[in-house]
């Protein structure tokens, strides 16, 4: 069974670009989340979907956004790129929400503003 | 506040040594406690959960709800238990946002 695939593996954006990453979650998996890892803050929730509907947000500003697609793929944008946005961006997907569900992780995107 | 503290940035240790990774939380409810591994090049991945209170690669550890700790513990370090560590809770309330620790660097010296 195929692992989570996000994709592009690299990008490099100037500030004020946006940018679109993709999160193909584990077959059958339903649930996706996305989280930022940065040397300084460590990993951070980003946002949860499940059945295309955002189910919790962490504390990002609003150029932070992402969806769900029937398919359960995702993607995530960032709007009015910021030199602080530079990071790894991960996704994790599960079979569904709750206990017991473990979340598996993919190999993320590794942003670069210049 | 939900927040995990794991006080060990780095841990050294010979191979063969107990090893033992510490990790705290702060929450008020019952939270699920996960350790994350993450191997050089390779994704992060689930080493183990509180929940299911058994033994992976070596690896056990044990919630104790009074000191809010769970520790991770190893009898016998191998080199190949080189890698990042991560400790991560999980909210009640069925989301699947998880509040991870800054992570400890462990290294199996030979």
């Known amino acids: 069974k195929a692992g989570v695939t996000q994709t592009p593996r690299y990008l490099i954006k100037t500030r004020g670009q946006q940018v679109t990453l993709s999160c193909s979650p584990i077959?059958?998996?339903?649930?996706v989340s996305w989280y930022q890892q940065t040397p300084g803050q460590g990993l951070q929730f980003l946002f949860e979907y499940f059945s295309e509907t955002q189910r919790n947000k962490g504390n990002f500003p609003g150029r932070f956004s992402g969806r769900q697609f029937s398919n359960s793929r995702s993607e995530m944008n960032v709007s009015t790129l910021e030199l602080g946005d530079s990071a790894l961006y991960l996704c994790a997907s599960s079979l569904a929400p709750g206990p017991y569900q473990p979340q598996h992780f993919g190999d993320g995107t590794r942003l670069s503003i210049l | 506040a939900q927040r995990v503290t794991q006080p060990e940035k780095l841990l050294s240790v010979f191979k063969g040594a107990p090893v033992e990774l510490k990790c705290n939380y702060s929450?008020?409810?019952?939270?699920?406690l996960f350790w994350y591994v993450q191997y050089s090049r390779q994704r992060l991945q689930l080493l183990l959960r509180?929940?299911s209170r058994e033994s992976i690669k070596g690896f056990t550890a044990d919630l104790n709800k009074g000191e809010t700790s769970f520790h991770l513990k190893k009898p016998f370090a191998q080199e190949e238990d080189s890698a990042m560590y991560y400790c991560?809770?999980?909210?009640?309330?069925?989301?699947?946002?998880?509040?991870f620790g800054k992570g400890t660097k462990l290294t199996v010296n030979p």
């Open positions: 929450y008020s409810g019952s939270p699920e």
């Open positions: 509180h929940i």
């Open positions: 991560a809770l999980r909210p009640q309330g069925g989301s699947e946002k998880l509040v």
């Open positions: 077959s059958g998996h339903r649930s």
